[in-house]
Nanobody, 124 residues
Framework: QAQLVESGGGLVQAGGSLRLSCAAS?????FAWFRQAPGKEREFVAA????????YYVDSVKGRFTISRDYAKITVYLQMNSLKPEDTAKYYC????????????????????WGQGTQVTVSQ
């Protein structure tokens, strides 16, 4: 059973930084980060192809967040800088064995494997 395990969440002040990690039990073709704030639907944050050549971001995090991967560790990272209170959410790592086309990259149903999530809280 393929697994994804997130870590790196925590409490940080506005303007601070955190780096989330997603350790995978095997190689996947596509990885993404989603987040869900209380009372809101889960939303796409960023995605990367395992080749690392293609990355995608939701507009609200462009220029502040960076998604990357480590081949040797089979780990995907989300570096989050200049955090804002509105970034507060539970962050989930998602992955799929198939390549997820750009047309569906924002959709939860494009990813068959999910981690349990890690909480990020940004205070004023």
């Amino acid at each position: 059973q393929a697994q994804l395990v997130e870590s790196g969440g925590g409490l940080v002040q506005a303007g601070g930084s955190l780096r989330l990690s997603c350790a995978a039990s095997r190689t996947f073709t596509s990885f993404a980060w989603f987040r869900q704030a209380p009372g809101k639907e889960r939303e796409f944050v960023a995605a990367i192809a395992w080749s690392g050549t293609d990355t995608y971001y939701v507009d609200s995090v462009k220029g502040r967040f960076t998604i990357s991967r480590d081949y040797a560790k089979i780990t995907v990272y989300l570096q989050m800088n200049s955090l804002k209170p509105e970034d507060t959410a539970k962050y989930y790592c998602a992955a799929d064995l198939s390549w997820v086309p750009k047309s569906t990259i924002l959709k939860e149903e494009s990813y068959r494997y999910w981690g349990q999530g890690t909480q990020v809280t940004v205070s004023q």
